[in-house]
Each structure stands twice: as structure tokens, then as C-alpha cells.
């Protein structure tokens, strides 16, 4: 489906996500889980925590005042879950960067089927094409 231009730099950072998890995914050898989990919170840092803070700033304020309480709420908790996450890998937690991942995935899916749909439906025109 064609975004909104509101929407469309946040669904390629989805991409940008998948691509990560997908590199996850495939690191099967300790040494390899261990390099990812040394560099996950720089591009945490870099690429996922901006596109949060985006979301937290602009986007989920309006639906919430549209009265989409639910969704906005999933979504902050989704986001503490994955910061948390990936705290704890770049403190060691190896086990925790298959978790990361399929949180991960889980997320980018929530939000591009139910977030993003809800958007472009109840949030004005105005707001989505302005990009």
C-alpha cells in the first residue's frame, strides 16, 4: 500500500528494522551474536530510538486525541520492551538478542497493519500529506 508522506519515511525505517532482524536472525554462531550484540545500541541509538521519539512526538499524540487510547498505548509499551531489550543485550545479554528480534518483527507488523491503517483513516489529510 502507498503511504501518506507523513507515513512513508517511518515505513522505510520498517524496512531498515526487518533488515536488522533479519541479520539476527542469520548470526548463528556465538562470535557472530556477539559482534551484533556489541553494535546493536549504536544503531538503536541511531536508527530506532529517532524513529520513536518521531512517533512519540507526532504521530501518537493525534491518535490519541483522535481516541485511539489502545493502539497509542501498545505502542509506548512496545517501544519501552524493545529499549529495554536492547539495554540488555549491549550489557551482555546474548540470550536476549533472538527476544530483541522477534519484538522487533512483532512491532514493525503492529504498526504498519494497525497503527499506520488507524492513521490513515482518522488522522486529517492535512497532517498526512504534508510529509
Keep these: ?3 501518506s508522506p507523513a507515513l512513508t519515511a517511518l515505513s522505510h525505517d520498517h ?7 533479519k541479520r539476527i536472525e542469520k548470526a548463528t554462531s556465538a ?3 556477539h559482534a551484533l550484540a556489541l553494535i546493536l545500541p549504536e544503531i538503536f541509538a541511531s536508527e530506532l530510538e529517532p524513529h520513536f521519539q ?8 493525534r491518535l490519541r486525541a483522535a481516541g485511539h487510547t ?8 512496545d517501544h519501552a520492551q524493545l529499549r529495554a531489550l536492547s539495554a540488555e543485550v549491549g550489557s551482555g545479554k546474548l540470550d536476549n538478542l533472538a527476544t530483541f528480534s522477534e519484538a522487533l518483527i512483532a512491532h514493525v507488523r503492529f504498526e504498519e497493519r494497525e497503527v499506520f491503517e488507524t492513521a490513515e483513516e482518522a488522522l486529517g489529510r492535512d497532517y ?4
Excluded at 54 to 61: N, Q, S
Design 70 to 77: 489502545e493502539l497509542v498505548e501498545r505502542t509506548l509499551a
Design 15 to 21: 524496512h531498515k528494522a526487518l533488515v536488522l532482524s
Design 1 to 3: 500500500m502507498k503511504r
Design 54 to 61: 518521531y512517533e512519540e512526538r507526532e504521530l501518537l499524540p
Design 128 to 131: 498526512l500529506d504534508a510529509g
Design 31 to 33: 562470535a557472530e551474536r
